[in-house]
């Protein structure tokens, strides 16, 4: 797999943990556990590890890979790196003292930029105090609606250099949202045969609450069967607002 990416917020995926289990509705529709299957069917050495049929799939076992922490250190030019595309740092099934490689790997190379998104943020929360935070990491968490708001807590409780959400596979309103100590948001839609659809209320609910705030806000897409069926325009214009270090 070619690292550099087409998430529109982001350059390079970095995958040093693969496989998840899903925990909530944002997970049904999982584009890494499809992916995973595939990549399994081909042969990739990552993904051969299969997971709990109920809550995984073939190739989506959660699994370590400590040769991929040298990769990094290989990118002479900044890079804007989402972290574990394919998986979730903070699942339980990832042990403390790997999380720790992962992060010392981040500290070694502060030319580039780490973006770390988790839907176990009462995990982070109770380890944080546990790991050495380096100032090029931005931690998020995903808050797919209202019901996950206590994850927002949770990333709030953490000393990270910039915090963000990720609104995406947005799937309901998002009112009265909790922003404080937040410093981007993305918000999306869901992609794929199975796409759930995505109220475009629900998106103008999200921007006007980060225009009232001051957080930037990026949306990356309405969705679709693909991914760029939708197109990205919002109210005529495209929202590409990032945090003061890229802004």
């Known amino acids: 797999m ?3 990416s087409a998430i529109e917020w982001t350059e390079t995926t970095w995958n040093p943990t693969t496989g998840c289990d899903r925990i909530s509705p944002g997970c049904d529709n999982c584009y890494a556990l499809t992916l995973s299957k595939r990549l399994k069917a081909m042969g990739a050495a990552k993904y051969q590890l299969d997971g709990d049929p109920r ?5 989506f076992g959660v699994a370590t890979h400590p040769e991929a922490l040298h990769a990094p250190y290989k990118w002479k030019r900044p ?3 989402f972290v574990n595309s394919m998986s979730d740092l903070f699942h339980a099934k990832v042990p403390l003292s790997f999380i720790r490689e992962v992060f010392d790997v981040m500290a070694d190379t502060p030319h580039h930029t780490y973006q770390v998104l988790t839907k176990r943020a009462r995990r982070l929360n109770r380890i944080a105090d546990k ?3 380096p100032t090029n990491l931005w931690m998020g968490v995903s808050v797919e609606s209202s019901g996950q708001y206590d994850r927002i807590l949770d990333l709030a409780a953490v000393p990270a250099k910039r915090r963000f959400l990720s609104c995406e596979p947005l799937l309901g309103p998002l009112p009265g949202l ?3 100590g937040i410093d981007w948001v993305i918000a999306g839609g869901e992609s794929g045969p199975n796409a ?3 109220n475009p209320e629900w998106v103008r609910g999200v921007r006007d609450t980060c225009v009232s705030t001051g957080t930037p806000f990026f949306f990356k897409q309405w969705g679709g069967l693909r991914a760029k069926s939708g197109g990205r325009d919002l109210d005529g214009r495209t929202w590409d607002e990032m945090p003061s270090d890229f802004a």
């Open 2 to 4: 070619s690292d550099r």
């Open 55 to 59: 809550t995984s799939g073939p190739g």
């Open 79 to 81: 890079r804007l790196v």
């Open 131 to 133: 790991l050495e935070w």
């Open 178 to 180: 909790p922003l404080d």
């Open 196 to 198: 759930r659809p995505l």
